[in-house]
């Protein structure tokens, strides 16, 4: 799978000089149990071996440099929306009461998460930050396309070519963790996955072994590791990873991680697609068509019901009805 598609994007694999602490107390390999792809995959190639098939794959180094530099730690304090300063509400995973967990009650900064920062409550945890951006978020995250996630030229390419003209709403989702921070075992419709700074650690597993925990994300790798069942592959800036329709999946950062993900989902774009009433045919139109299908139906007689029949037979051999 390394040739699929022409194109190819000139990117910066690296964040080191990012300014981020991506620093990790452990231990990680670079195998991916599934496939990686160097090259842009055309939408036949996608729909045919991937979507309709359900297999994950990663598109390594998908993403264009200006994109990945818009993540740097000073261009990002300067934006209006991702002050380092800010408050945010924390959890052990993105959306704790997925996974019946609670969010710490203290708000971290930016720097905190960076950082490690503890949760008081519950100290054995580390704290991830998640959050579905707004129109003005956008524009502060993809400055060089005026806000627009889907540009042609940009790491979500391939997402709009997909998926833009089939009218799909698409759940968009960004991620902040410090190391040892991650997302547990769940599950949901298909997504795509870019990493723009640390390393992201993932365990995935087919649909027949999905699940919802509420153990750390360590608990969780450790759980699934060496089962014969799940896939790992470790992902890196500017990679782009697809993870199909229900496959259960867990995450575990190495050093500062942000990310973004979008869910596509049929779900969420029938709730905001508005109702059309339907149009009344009119008598030229029914003019038009045939008269049997304008033409009511007779009705069909109703079934008559068969009484039941009880024969009652005593010990004397007489009988009754």
Same mark, same amino acid.
């Given at each position: ?134 129109? !003005? ?137 508005? !109702?059309?009433?339907? !149009? ?42």
């Amino acid at each position: 799978s390394d040739n699929l598609g022409k194109t190819t994007f000139e990117v910066n694999s690296s964040t080191s000089d990012f300014g981020w602490n991506t620093t990790t107390a452990l231990s990680y390999d670079d195998e991916c149990d599934f496939d990686v792809v160097h090259e842009d995959i055309t939408a036949e190639d996608f729909f045919r071996d991937y979507f309709s098939t359900g297999r994950p794959f990663v598109m390594r180094n998908h993403v264009p440099k200006d994109e990945m530099r818009a993540f740097k730690k000073k261009r990002w304090d300067q934006t209006e929306s991702f002050k380092l300063s800010g408050k945010h509400s924390v959890g052990p995973t993105a959306y704790p009461s997925l996974t019946g967990q609670k969010s710490c009650e203290k708000r971290f900064s930016t720097l905190e998460i960076e950082n490690g920062t503890v949760c008081p409550e519950m100290p054995e945890r580390k704290m991830v930050y998640a959050f579905h951006p707004k129109s !003005k978020q956008f524009h502060d995250m993809y400055p060089m396309y005026n806000g627009d996630v889907l540009d042609g030229a940009g790491g979500w390419r391939k997402v709009g070519e997909w998926f833009g003209e089939r009218e799909i709403d698409l759940g968009w989702q960004v991620f902040y963790g410090g190391d040892g921070s991650g997302a547990t075992f769940h599950w949901h419709n298909a997504a795509f996955n870019i990493l723009y700074v640390g390393i992201k650690e993932w365990r995935i597993a087919p649909p027949l072994h999905r699940g919802f925990t509420g153990m750390t994300a360590i608990e969780a790798k450790d759980t699934l590791e060496g089962s014969w069942y799940s896939l790992k592959c470790t992902q890196h800036p500017g990679d782009q990873i697809y993870i199909p329709d229900y496959w259960g999946h867990m995450t575990i950062n190495h050093g500062f991680t942000i990310g973004a993900a979008v869910i596509i989902t049929d779900d969420q774009r029938n709730k905001i697609r508005k !109702k059309k009433p339907k !149009k009344k045919k009119n008598l030229d139109k029914m003019k038009k068509e045939s008269l049997a299908s304008v033409v009511e139906k007779p009705k069909q007689p109703k079934k008559q019901k068969i009484p039941f029949l009880f024969i009652h037979i005593n010990k004397t051999g007489g009988t009754s009805l």
